[in-house]
């Protein structure tokens, strides 16, 4: 039972590698106790039982492609793979140019099988018989990547060739956006040579992934496109309920539930139907995920059911072809990273389409902090495109987007193919999507005070960041920049002074930020713009900035005082 790492086409640099650098009992120890053996899987165990429970699963009837076989156990059913702590310099110098080249563990992705096994994270109700129409149709699969890892984009291809029904994939459409990394050139060819499904499309120049999308759509020959990002895993039918929405509906655009592919460990987390979230976004445009709101469970008996999502997440979707091109597919004017989700989502909802999340489909991704590739330089690519999507779709709400970025709109180029597009669609007002499919959208316009807020003479400004792991933490201070960012602030009708869902919070100890609550208390705060005040509700003190100017505190009410005076920009009450 003892296979070689050499003989498996995909790991052939792993392989030897790690017998060179390592002795075989050092290799064995890379992996913690709850992980395998990667050398060999079988170690101490020659039981036939045993082997046959690491085998890939059974091949599908009409399904006679030829598997690999496994090789290693390392990272089965999604269980994590941790190197221990004393590798050697020449293996800790692998690591590291792994994570440098792609912003996650490469190394331990090239140790776990490219058919490795996952748990199946689907609701019962998810398996009921008859649960999808027996014709679903059929779809193009396509996978954009630059420079992507080897094993890691194997695994996102076999993990569909081997967890789809056949019939249900007209083709894998891999598009490479002019990668230079040398495995992706003719390795990648011999690799797919005796699989037909598998396609290989190559951009002529660096596309970015929107443009690169198009051209895979432009190939593809199936009623429906699937896409997915080039480090995903699908996991056991996860196709079936996604295609069966679109069988009822063509104008249904779904998206699976992204599960969580650890960068570090390879680990697949996943939680079940009463953990799901639906896609939101706030006003610097950025895409944010939501506990499914009360108004749309109700609507369901069942948390396993599709639900109705304001905004999908970008990489990982299935929709009819006819309906992505009668929509006017993305806007190509969309460089490298960043909005094209935002756009589809907006155009789905607001020109008769609904964009749903499959509870049933789960599909795993690797989230990475950074990102790994090079953008443009000299252009903030993401601001462009977020201005395009403003100017096409946002109407009069796109000021609250200008105010984010010091409505220094920069050149965005020429929006009005896409304008006549929309008008052409006849698609609802945005204000509609608003009011209809995102109620729970804090909208600038109902404020009463947006901008800066200004200590003093205006020398310090309320400055924090307001992701999510800013929350809890003190409020920032900084040197005032009218550039907006992370300086806009709302101050709300009901005396939140807030970025989004972000509010400022006061129990005592510092001024934090906090989710906001809606119930007014240590979230409560009086301006008062005669005396420049602003006093909390539930402590009855002042918001000030100490004597050193390097902090917010909260002190005994004295309108003397220039360090407790503030200024809330655009006050209008
Ligand atoms: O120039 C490029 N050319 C490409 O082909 C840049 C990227 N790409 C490829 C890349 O190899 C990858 O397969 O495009 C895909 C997406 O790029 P990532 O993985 O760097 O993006 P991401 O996962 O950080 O970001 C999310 O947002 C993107 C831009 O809006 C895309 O929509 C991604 O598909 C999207 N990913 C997901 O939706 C997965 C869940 C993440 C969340 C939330
Ligand atoms: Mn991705």
């Known amino acids: 039972a ?33 992980a395998i053996d990667p050398i060999n899987p079988f170690k101490n165990d020659d039981s036939e039982e045993k082997e046959k429970a690491y085998l890939p699963p059974p091949k599908k009837e009409e399904d006679n492609r030829v598997l690999l076989p496994p090789q290693s156990m390392a990272g089965e059913m999604g269980k994590p793979v941790v190197l221990p702590t004393n590798l050697s310099a020449e293996v800790k110098k692998m690591v590291d140019d792994g994570w440098l080249k792609n912003a ?14 996952l748990p199946d994270p689907r609701d019962e109700w998810c398996k009921k018989p008859n649960r999808y129409l027996p014709d679903l149709p059929a779809t193009s699969v396509i996978i954009c990547f630059h420079n992507e890892a080897w094993s890691i984009l194997l695994r996102t291809v076999h993990s569909v060739l081997d967890r789809s029904p056949s019939r249900l994939i007209t083709e894998v ?46 190939h593809a020959s199936g009623p429906v496109l699937t896409y997915l990002d080039s480090h995903c895993e699908c996991t056991n039918g996860w196709l079936e309920p996604l295609l069966d929405r679109i069988a009822q509906d063509s104008t249904t655009v779904v998206c699976p539930v992204i599960d969580v592919i650890d960068d570090t460990t390879l680990e697949y987390h996943w939680r079940d139907s009463s953990g799901v979230n639906v896609g939101g976004f706030d006003w610097n445009l950025q895409f944010n995920w939501h506990a499914v709101p009360e108004r ?33 597919t993305y806007d190509s004017g969309f460089d490298i990273w960043g909005g094209e989700n935002l756009e589809l989502s907006f155009k789905t909802w607001m020109c008769g389409g609904t964009l749903e999340i499959v509870p049933c489909s789960h599909v795993g991704h690797i989230f990475r902090k950074r990102s790994p590739y090079k953008w443009r330089s000299g252009v903030n690519v993401l601001r462009r495109n977020s201005v395009r999507l403003a100017e096409v779709w946002l109407d009069e709400y796109a000021k609250y987007y200008y105010q984010r970025i010091g409505n220094d709109k920069g050149d965005y180029g020429d929006v ?65 920049h009218s550039q907006g960012g992370n300086q806009y602030w709302m101050y709300s009708k009901t005396g939140e002074i807030r970025r989004d869902e972000s509010c400022l919070d006061y129990s005592g100890q510092e001024v934090i930020l906090y989710p906001c609550h809606g119930s007014k208390g240590n979230q409560y705060w009086d301006y008062n713009q005669e005396t420049k005040l602003v006093r909390h509700g539930s402590s009855d003190k002042c918001l000030a900035i100490n004597e050193s100017k390097t902090k917010l505190v909260m002190e005994q009410c004295n309108s003397e005082l220039t360090r407790q005076r503030w200024t809330l920009e655009n006050y209008d009450h």
């Open 296 to 328: 749309e469970k109700s609507k369901h008996q069942n948390s396993a059911e599709p639900v109705w999502s304001p905004t999908m997440a970008g990489g990982l979707f299935s929709i009819d072809k006819n309906f992505f091109e009668k929509l006017g």
């Open 173 to 218: 459409i891999l598009v490479d956006d002019f990668s230079d990394m040398s495995h992706l050139k003719q390795q990648l060819e011999d690799y797919w040579k005796n699989e037909p499904k598998v396609k290989i499309v190559r951009a002529k120049k660096r596309e970015g992934l929107i443009r690169a999308r198009l051209l895979g759509a432009r």
């Open 416 to 480: 009005s193919g896409r304008r006549e597009l929309r008008n052409k669609l006849k698609c609802k007002s945005f204000k509609w999507y608003l009011d209809n499919i995102y109620p729970e959208l804090f909208v600038p316009g109902d404020a009463v005070a947006n901008g800066e807020v200004a200590n003093g003479d205006r020398d310090y400004c309320l400055d924090s960041a307001c992701k999510p792991e800013d929350m809890h933490k003190p409020v920032g201070l900084w040197p005032c």
């Open 2 to 34: 003892f296979l070689l790492y050499s003989e498996d086409r995909s790991r052939p640099a792993l392989a030897l590698s790690l017998q060179n650098s390592l002795g075989n009992r050092e290799a064995r120890e890379l992996v913690d106790d709850n």
């Open 104 to 117: 996650f563990n490469q190394y331990v992705s090239d140790m776990i099988s490219v058919h490795r096994s």
